[in-house]
DNA sequence: TCCGACAGTACCCGATAGGAACCAGCGTGC
DNA sequence: GCACGCTGGTTCCTATCGGGTACTGTCGGA
């Protein structure tokens, strides 16, 4: 169960003041599943990733790209040439949170509608 | 059966007309891991749940509660008893659910910060 | 000169999350 | 009778987020 204390001394979801609870927030957002997901085999770029995620606008996926940079889930390379090219690609961190995502698609695939 | 085909004839997150694409919305939502994760253990009331989801307010419990209701993930139970029981259970479908949504939980649990 | 590709940003709007307060049914104490 | 607490919510208001459309800026090509 969990150990309600003010600071969160170990890992727990459950906790209101765990770091980690930010994570999952972010891990457990609309486009961030599908994101890592389309950076699993390698590099994309920004419009490889918006024809990809179907739907997603680019508002949305710049703002999401954000987010996912910030926590150090994914890198993001721009290339001075014409035209410009920008490169997203998955960090160490995370291509570890791709495995459990990547479970977590397989299921809603194999279990939605 | 994914043979319904006016759009989507497999299951594909990637697909914007995919009815799985709203299962990993709902699935991939703030409130709704922890508290499937919640109730993995066996059925749970509203309070135990508030309380286990530290910082949860009881509207937006209310609301991933229905939620995960009308997805069939969860049912609820209304006991006539005094004071009013009510219950929440994970179907059997939500139980599946539950599994990647652990290894997602335990991935950042040993990840963040 | 205009067009298109690329990688976004700006603007506006509706939906959602969040907090605080409030409500209803029931049993108990006064 | 009336307040009180317990339980399980709802309502109000606001802040943030997600979403669509339009637009920017640079460059090469027709």
């Known amino acids: 169960m969990a150990t309600t204390t003010d600071s ?9 003041m765990c ?22 085999d390698g590099p994309r770029r920004f ?6 995620l179907e739907g997603v ?5 710049s703002q999401t790209l954000k987010r996912l940079e910030d926590r150090e889930l994914i ?8 035209p410009l090219r920008v490169e997203y ?3 160490e ?4 949170a791709a495995v459990p995502l990547k479970h977590l698609r397989d299921w ?6």
Chains 1, 2 share one sequence.
């Open 8 to 16: 969160c001394d170990r890992n727990d979801v459950y906790a209101a």
């Open 19 to 40: 770091p980690c609870r930010d994570m999952l927030d972010l891990l457990a957002s609309k486009w961030s599943a599908l994101v890592i997901g389309a950076l699993e």
């Open 47 to 52: 419009g490889q990733l918006r024809l990809r």
């Open 57 to 61: 606008s680019p508002k949305v996926l």
């Open 75 to 82: 890198t993001r390379t721009a290339y001075a040439e014409v």
């Open 89 to 91: 690609e998955l960090t």
């Open 93 to 96: 961190l995370g291509a570890g």
């Open 108 to 113: 809603v695939e194999s279990n939605a509608a």
